[in-house]
């Protein structure tokens, strides 16, 4: 009797916890969306904000996190990839790897406000980049590094060794046969660990609260030495430190679902890049 309920219970926790989240998320998207839709127009992507901030719109902050995210992903994604690239394919399974790969999973538990600090330390000051988008953005390519490693490491693993026997088996090299054979396998794996880890840096506020961004700059892009806007920050600034909060409220309403459809087509792009290479399969 205890085993014919086992499973059913496992199922009903299940579906319970699956439906509990769901439900809350519905309740804050809809919160986000009826409160911030009023404000989302043309203009308000397109403008640079006026009057304190309390008018306008978010183009710096726009173009902030998009130059953010680019410089995250070119720090971040080559290096990753040829990491997990050498543990999987090159590394021999022995206690220093295994001790790699336990502080690669331990680096991806750490605190994001610990990453800012030390991209202060390392980026703004030993370095003399100050604070700028250049050292923000050396700082989330190193907070999304053990993410890439992880998940383009356990793309590297779902590719069959009879696979890469066989291109050794016609004379390719260990290198030729990574490079034309194991890697184009992996892509879909590799592709959507990347834009996901992308899209989860995009959100980030904490790391770069100490390496570079700024409250207000008059001009939609900047430069890489400089301070810059990012929506993160933007968002919790008009949430929670503007003098004037109830009056750009809906301004904060419409800045939340702006970064949630910036996040939302990285998802889905991610989305997209594996159900298009799974075709090709």
Avoid at 268 to 280: D, E, G, N, P
């Amino acid at each position: 009797m205890m085993k014919k309920l086992t499973p059913v219970i496992e199922w009903g926790t299940l579906l319970l916890s699956t439906g509990t989240v769901c439900f809350f998320m519905v309740v804050i998207l809809w919160d986000i969306i009826s409160k911030g839709a009023p404000s989302l127009s043309w203009q308000f992507v397109s403008t640079l904000p006026k009057a304190g901030m309390t008018q306008g719109g978010i183009l710096p902050a726009i173009t902030g996190t998009v130059l953010l995210t680019l410089i995250t992903a070119l720090v971040a994604a080559p290096f990753g990839i040829c990491c997990a690239v050498y543990l999987n394919e090159y590394a021999s399974d022995n206690w220093f790897t295994r001790l790699i790969r336990a502080a690669i999973r331990n680096l991806t538990g750490v605190p994001s406000i610990i990453y800012g600090l030390f991209g202060l330390a390392l980026f703004v000051q030993a370095l003399h980049l100050g604070t700028s988008l250049l050292a923000a953005g050396f700082t989330l390519g190193l907070l999304s590094l053990p993410y890439m490693i992880t998940t383009t490491e356990e793309a590297l693993r779902r590719i069959p060794a009879s696979t890469r026997e066989a291109a050794l088996a016609i004379g390719a090299t260990q290198l030729e046969s990574i490079r034309d054979v194991v890697l184009p396998s992996a892509l879909p794996g590799i592709l959507t660990g990347v834009v996901l880890t992308l899209s989860r840096a995009a959100g980030e506020t904490a790391p770069i609260l100490f390496t570079g961004v700024a409250f207000y700059i008059n001009n939609p892009a900047g430069f890489l030495n400089q301070e810059f806007m990012a929506l993160p920050y933007h968002l919790y600034m008009l949430s929670t430190q503007h003098q004037a909060i109830e009056q750009v409220r809906p301004l904060a309403y419409g800045t939340a679902l702006v970064l949630i459809i910036v996040v939302f087509l990285l998802n889905l792009t991610a989305f997209y890049v594996r159900y298009k290479y799974s075709r090709h399969e």
